[in-house]
């Protein structure tokens, strides 16, 4: 099932890149998990399953305060931060969300009732865990939850001895610890079937918790893990173009996500542009992913200037999750944006939604009037992207292409598609 996950993590990633916090004086970490996952599957198809996810995300955010967001860690699995509480004051609210996490949802004709196991952490100054390590500690207390209390509330103070003695907490030290990966989802032409190029997205191999995509690190990263975490993508973008020439593989392009927190920085652009130059890539090789809410409205100068250099430099620039957030026509206009990446909240099942279908159609005729490219991820199904190639989208980008995948076995694939290509369908792009 599909969900939105950037769109969920957006507030928090922006606040703890645009605001200085005084040092707090306690941490509460809340943990509640959907139980009963299975059950609800099996009266709920894909579609209404996610929408049930998205409606418990949104009804739980709705409940807190701006500045304590729900973090999602995974579908079904949500996390709270909370701030400057007592124990007490923090189990109350604790309480209410547990509740609110449980109320019956009018879901496809009926009424579906979530039921939630809740895990509240909580610890006082003066020697106060990381953020991090608040979420390593309820994960191991919700492992450790018996089943009597499936579906109740407990507390429990932040216990040291449950996380493991010198793990690397923070993104930084995990580049540096050598833990970062970079994996590689391809991207494929509907009208040709070739493809047009790798999206970049790291992953963390933990020490105890395994592979962990973005959603899982991405809400607590400072700028300063937001900034070595670009640079240690684009240089393993680099090295990974390269790869694929001395291959004899046409990859045309490489895709990098960027946060507001590099756009903001004034010297972000010209040393993005100096590293590609000392990898001897050319700059047009390299897709910068932008957020939707970048616009000229809400942007410092100082992005709006890393945009408009890495623009003329010949950088090519996406902006991505179209259509969840607050983008104008003049930020595709201003911002010189090659490409929207339509979300795949509008993707899931789009072969038999018909409110999928004209959301589809619609921003399909907003890119063709733009003169701008359009490319669907998250497609999960051959289905769906035989419906997008139908209707015209340039790329698409998901599961039903390929998984992310380390760079070597990004070599097998692309021998697999070069074997594959003569006997892949062309569709004619609907003029």
């Given at each position: 099932m ?7 993590l957006?507030p928090l990633?922006?606040?703890?890149c645009g605001v200085?916090r005084r ?7 809340l943990?509640?998990r959907?139980?009963?996952t299975e ?8 579609v209404a399953?996610?929408h049930?996810l998205v409606?418990l ?13 729900v973090?999602v ?8 931060v909370l701030?400057d509480?007592t ?5 109350q609210?604790?309480?209410r969300?547990?509740?609110q ?5 009018p879901l496809a ?8 196991t809740?895990v ?5 100054a ?6 991090p390590?608040l ?6 207390r ?6 009597a209390?499936l579906?109740?509330?407990q ?7 449950l996380?493991?003695p010198?793990l690397?907490?923070?993104v ?5 610890a050598a ?15 070739q493809?047009t190029g790798?999206e ?5 191999n933990?020490?105890?918790r395994g ?13 300063a ?12 973008s680099m090295?990974?173009?390269k790869?694929w ?10 895709s990098?996500n ?5 756009l ?7 040393c993005l ?19 939707e809410?970048v616009?000229p ?11 408009r250099?890495?623009a ?5 620039i ?11 026509l003049?930020?595709?206009r201003?911002?010189?944006i090659n490409?929207?990446?339509i ?10 939604d018909e ?16 003169g701008i ?5 998250g497609?999960?199904t051959r289905?769906?992207?035989a419906?997008l ?7 698409v ?6 998984k ?5 076995d990004s070599?097998?694939?692309l ?6 290509a003569?006997?892949?369908p062309?569709?004619a792009?609907?003029r």
């Open positions: 599909s969900i939105n996950v950037s769109r969920l957006s990633r922006n606040l703890l200085n040092q707090d004086l306690s941490r509460s970490l943990l509640l959907v139980e009963n059950t609800l599957g099996t009266i709920l198809d894909k399953m996610g049930l409606q995300s949104m009804s739980l955010g709705r409940a807190v305060r701006p500045y304590d967001p973090q860690l995974a579908p079904g699995l949500f996390a709270f701030r509480r124990d007490r004051d923090a189990l609210v604790a309480r969300l547990h509740q996490g449980q109320a019956p949802v004709g009926q009424h579906v009732t979530p039921v939630m809740g509240l952490i909580h610890a006082e003066p020697d106060l865990p990381s953020i390590d979420v390593e500690n309820a994960r191991q919700m492992d450790l939850v018996q089943d209390f579906g109740q509330l507390l429990f103070p932040h216990d040291r001895a996380t493991r010198g690397i907490a923070t930084s030290d995990a580049v540096a833990q970062m990966q970079a994996w590689f989802q391809p991207q494929i032409s509907c009208h040709s079937g493809i790798f970049a997205l790291a992953r963390w933990h020490p105890t592979v962990l995509a973005p959603g899982a690190f991405m809400p607590q990263m400072s700028a893990d937001h900034n070595t975490l670009t640079l240690f993508m684009l240089a393993q090295a990974a173009l790869t020439d001395q291959a004899g593989f046409d990859v045309p392009t490489v990098i960027i946060s507001n927190c590099e903001s920085d004034r010297g972000f652009a010209d542009l100096w590293e590609m130059d000392r990898h001897e890539i050319a700059p047009s090789r390299l897709v910068v992913e932008v957020l809410s616009s409205i809400t942007s410092t100068n100082e992005t709006r200037d890393n945009l250099k890495l003329n430099a010949g950088c090519q996406d902006l991505d999750d179209f259509g969840t957030g607050y983008a104008s003049d930020a595709i201003q911002f010189g490409r929207i990446k979300d795949r909240s509008f993707v899931t099942a789009c072969d038999v409110a999928q279908q004209r959301m589809i159609l619609a921003i399909l005729a907003l890119a063709e009037r733009l490219a359009a490319l669907a991820e497609v999960e289905e769906e992207y419906f190639a139908q209707m015209g989208c340039d790329e980008q998901g599961y039903a292409i390929a992310p995948m380390p760079l070597s070599l097998d694939f021998k697999r598609h070069a074997d594959a003569a006997r892949l062309t569709l792009k609907r």
